[in-house]
């Protein structure tokens, strides 16, 4: 993929994601065991393919949900974050791991864990592929993290530019050519 405004760089390959999702997935077995059930709450569009690979993973008995929230337009944050599918109604007295793509501003992710602090659940955690430490705004930390990356933008992986680019099966730096 490239054009003369763009240009890519692979940060991480399809064997690097493999790779660093099976360790995360081994720790998250790790922490809560194999006997409780755990709810993976996949946030639509970006973790779709994290989270699927991640559950593949896993031997706790687990339970998939998604959410979706629309908060980014192009390369910048509008500061604004819709939910677009209402919360699921089943989480009180589980285990909730919420799946993201990335932790950039984390407003995204502050505003999920504001509105499931209501739902009752033992326990709610984090898991990001991506954690752009540089670019948080909000006091948000992510108990599972991939990778740690700089403030560039990126694609690939669940990651999109306008919707587009989320089917790479690696994750790209995207630079003004
Ligand atoms: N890439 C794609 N989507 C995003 C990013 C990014 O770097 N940050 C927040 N949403
Ligand atoms: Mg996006």
């Known amino acids: 993929m490239n054009n003369n405004l763009m240009n890519v760089g692979v940060l991480f390959s399809e064997l690097d994601i493999k790779e660093r999702t099976k360790i995360i997935a081994q720790q998250i077995n790790k922490d809560y065991g194999t ?20 559950v593949r993973n896993l031997e ?17 944050s509008t500061g604004k974050i819709n939910l677009v599918t209402p919360l699921p109604t089943s989480l009180a007295g589980k285990h909730v791991l919420i799946v993201e793509d990335i932790v950039d501003t984390g407003r995204s992710i502050h505003f999920l864990l504001n509105e499931l602090a209501k739902s009752e659940a033992i326990s ?13 705004e909000f006091p948000v930390k992510a108990d599972y993290v991939g990778f740690t990356i700089s403030k560039n933008f ?14 790479l099966p690696y994750i790209a730096n995207l630079t003004k050519a």
């Open 154 to 167: 990126v694609i690939g992986y669940g990651l999109d530019l306008n919707g587009k680019y989320r089917n």
């Open 124 to 136: 709610l955690k984090v898991c990001s592929l991506l954690d752009k430490p540089e670019a948080h």
């Open 60 to 76: 706790m008995p687990t339970e998939i949900e998604t959410i979706r929230i629309k908060s980014y337009e192009g390369t910048a």
């Open 35 to 54: 006997n409780e059930t755990l709810v993976v709450l996949i946030v639509l569009h970006g973790a779709l393919i994290f989270g699927a690979d991640l």
